[in-house]
């Protein structure tokens, strides 16, 4: 039984860090899409969001099964509900791509970004795909410096969040209304993104240590 | 022991009640701190917003209690899961009406909105409280007419927040950038807050019905 309990809790394992796989590729692949004004990648983004969307929902029924086939208790439990919710913050990240996709296809053929922008953009992306791919290796390896590498980069998306609102708010911000609008809302997705990995990073913590804050070694 | 857990059942239905009228009271008093500039109950709508917080912390430990203990199985496993998501979205919905309150703070002693934009956002807030009470209503009383309704007055609350990019988007928007990122801000709450409702509602039907489209009688 127990066994048999084990290799099922590593196969959720592996849907997990599927999806973390996924949802790491989306975002690169909506940010090239957002970048270049692509619009035929930005719908391969949304079509391919739906794959994530199936995935989610059959992970969470074989958590269910496995709930209701083997009645586990104590960590084995905690480790299953606690799968539930990264599948959903997983799910979530996601989504979040592909509104960043969305973007890209309303504004086409205009880029949604002024060319002042680029930069800051840019590195929100490269620190998102990083802490997505960081969150895989987690849920692979267990190591627990990655949980707070994990935090210490989305402290960096954070405090490029709030300099693009500076940006906007700044004397020499001339974009018109519907380019601060879009601005606003890739920002805050790219935020969103980020906190939905450090969600997933404190539970992985939380799982194996009991404490939500992870300590560097 | 079906006694106990139909017990058990019904405690974690009240607290799920107990967190949906937080959570639209959270609404309707972020929402006046944000229409009166009222920077002091602003204050305390998010600081009471960490109660939501504990309260759904509390119920995910008592529902995870409940599968150690009890280890039920079918329809009851899946009302015991189903109210970790809906716990989730729930406590979501509070996040997203402290942001609305953060706003007021942020631009105290100025109003966030200009004018033109009041009538707009009376009707969103106007429609998250009353999606708020009938999330309530429906989880007292199982009656799928309000999941249905939810999901109608959800609709509306799109409409409305399109109607912002619309009115950001007119030649005669003449709002600083600053205004216009916390408009978008505010209308994107605004309407997260309602998907929140959604997805409870949806969860419900689901449980009950085993169809996630609700249909009206």
Chains 1, 2 share one sequence.
Do not use: C
């Not at 592996?14 to 619009?39: C, G, H, P, Q």
């Not at 269910?64 to 913050?89: C, K, N």
């Amino acid at each position: 039984m127990r066994k048999v309990f084990q290799a099922e809790l590593q196969t959720i394992g592996e849907e997990l860090i599927n999806l973390s796989k996924l949802v790491a590729e989306a975002m690169e692949r909506a940010y090239e899409s957002f970048s270049n004004a692509d619009t035929e990648q930005a719908q391969e983004v949304i079509a391919a969001d739906a794959r994530v969307d199936f995935l989610q929902n059959k992970l969470d029924e074989h958590a269910i099964d496995i709930l209701a086939l083997q009645g586990p208790v104590a960590s084995d439990l905690r480790m299953i509900v606690g799968s539930l919710r990264m599948s959903a913050s997983l799910e979530r990240m996601g989504d979040l791509a592909r509104h960043i996709a969305q973007l890209t296809r309303l504004r086409f053929p205009d880029k949604v970004l002024p060319e002042s922008m680029t930069g800051t953009f840019d590195q929100m992306a490269d620190l998102n795909i990083r802490i997505a791919n960081k969150v895989g290796e987690l849920l692979a390896t267990r190591d627990l410096n990655l949980a707070a590498e994990i935090i210490d980069l989305n402290k960096q998306i954070d405090e490029l969040h709030a300099g693009v609102f500076r940006a906007i708010a700044a004397d020499d911000w001339n974009q018109d209304a519907p380019t601060t609008t879009d601005v606003t809302l890739a920002s805050r997705y790219m935020e969103r993104y980020g906190d939905h990995g450090v969600s997933v990073a404190r539970k992985v913590n939380y799982l194996v240590t009991g404490e939500w804050e992870p300590q560097l070694e």
